[in-house]
């Protein structure tokens, strides 16, 4: 299993750009969701998905979209990137099944904007 | 709504110095309870976590107990290492927020000196 993936690693984009931030699982989990950190905020939730289909906004959804048409994946996209949404996303993933709730992280996309 | 709050750091540290980080939780219901660690420059892991009132979970020499009379999930090591050299998140599922997603504190970064 190659657990939770995203790419890019690494990412500079101009003010008004637009970009996809993918994550994928293999793990056949119905939960994924989207983190930002930043220094001294620990991670904000951005969106998060409880199935296919389904998604929802969390704490700071704010220029950023989803959708979930597969339960493997969970692309988060940029519409029109902002100095604001300069920071550090992270992708996880859970399922409600077996009585556990653990959480499991991708590697994380670093993106700039200038 | 859910919050989390830890100690604000850097926590110092001697190596085989004896290590607290303080965490505290608001939340309704019954939530379970996390600490992930972030190495530098790397994801969060799972470090340990608990699911009920009392429960303690353990992992590398690691522990913390849940107590929901304090609200409380401290994080505690007898004697550290320089390989312990990260920053911890404690974080919290359940309660207003659902089973879906984390609650995370701001993070305490530790460094372990030789």
């Known amino acids: 299993n190659a657990g939770v993936t995203q790419t890019p690693k690494f990412q500079v984009l101009k003010t008004g750009q637009s970009m996809t931030l993918q994550c994928a699982q293999d793990?056949?989990?119905?939960?994924m969701s989207w983190y930002r950190q930043d220094p001294g905020m620990g991670l904000r939730l951005i969106h998060y998905?409880?199935?296919?289909?389904?998604?929802d906004q969390g704490e700071v959804p704010n220029g950023y979209n989803v959708s979930r048409s597969t339960t493997e994946d969970f692309p988060l996209r940029l519409l029109s990137a902002a100095p604001s949404q300069t920071s550090v996303y992270f992708c996880a993933s859970s399922t409600p099944r077996w009585g556990t709730d653990t959480q499991y992280f991708g590697p994380g996309t670093r993106l700039t904007v200038l | 709504g859910d919050s989390v709050t830890q100690m604000e750091g850097p926590v110092t540290l001697s190596e085989e110095a004896f290590l607290t980080i303080n965490c505290t939780y608001t939340?309704?219901?019954?939530?379970?309870l996390f600490w992930y660690v972030q190495y530098p420059g790397e994801g969060l892991q799972l470090l340990l976590k608990a699911t009920k009132a009392d429960d303690k979970g353990s992992n590398k020499g690691f522990e913390a107990t849940y107590r929901k009379e304090t609200t409380s999930f401290h994080l505690e090591k007898g004697s550290v290492q320089v390989s312990d050299s990260a920053v911890y998140f404690c974080?919290?599922?359940?309660?207003?927020?659902?089973?879906?997603?984390?609650?995370f504190g701001k993070g305490t970064m530790l460094l372990v000196s030789p």
């Open positions: 939340a309704t219901g019954y939530p379970s």
């Open positions: 974080a919290l599922s359940g309660g207003n927020s659902g089973y879906s997603t984390l609650t």
């Open positions: 998905s409880v199935g296919a289909g389904i998604t």
């Open positions: 793990m056949n989990h119905e939960y």
